[in-house]
């Protein structure tokens, strides 16, 4: 993985807290693209979206990385370093 990014050790498994977003689910709403949290395994839209949960629940919890919920994408972001991950294949 790419060492830019501070925060690597705070990743845990986590179970994805829904199969969509969860706060556009909720409301009723739509998204564009998934992202989860690795800290909690919240599921929120990505910044595309109109809402930007997934953004909205780092603002609000302070956990830094996220990670593509969307198939066929292997990448993570730290919203703390900004910076992407791509993992070692």
Same mark, same amino acid.
């Given at each position: 993985?790419? !060492? %830019? +990014?501070?925060?690597?050790?705070? =990743? #845990? ?7 969509? +977003? $969860?706060? +556009?689910? #909720?409301?009723g709403d ?5 992202? =989860? *949290? /690795? @800290?909690?395994?919240?599921?929120? *839209? *990505?910044?595309? %979206? ?6 909205? @629940?780092? @603002?609000?919890?302070? @956990?830094? /990385? =996220?990670? %593509?919920? $969307?198939?066929?994408? !292997?990448? /993570?972001? *730290? ?5 992407? =991950?791509?993992?070692?294949?």
């Open positions: 993985m790419n !060492n %830019s +990014c501070l925060h690597l050790d705070q =990743i #845990r498994e986590v179970t994805p807290s829904a199969q969509g +977003c $969860e706060d +556009c689910l #909720r409301t739509q998204w564009v693209h998934l992202r =989860i *949290c /690795l @800290h909690c395994g919240h599921v929120g *839209c *990505c910044d595309s %979206s109109k809402n930007k949960h997934a953004t909205k @629940h780092f @603002h609000a919890t302070e @956990h830094p /990385l =996220i990670q %593509s919920f $969307e198939p066929g994408e !292997n990448w /993570l972001w *730290c919203y703390v370093d900004q910076v992407m =991950i791509q993992p070692a294949t």
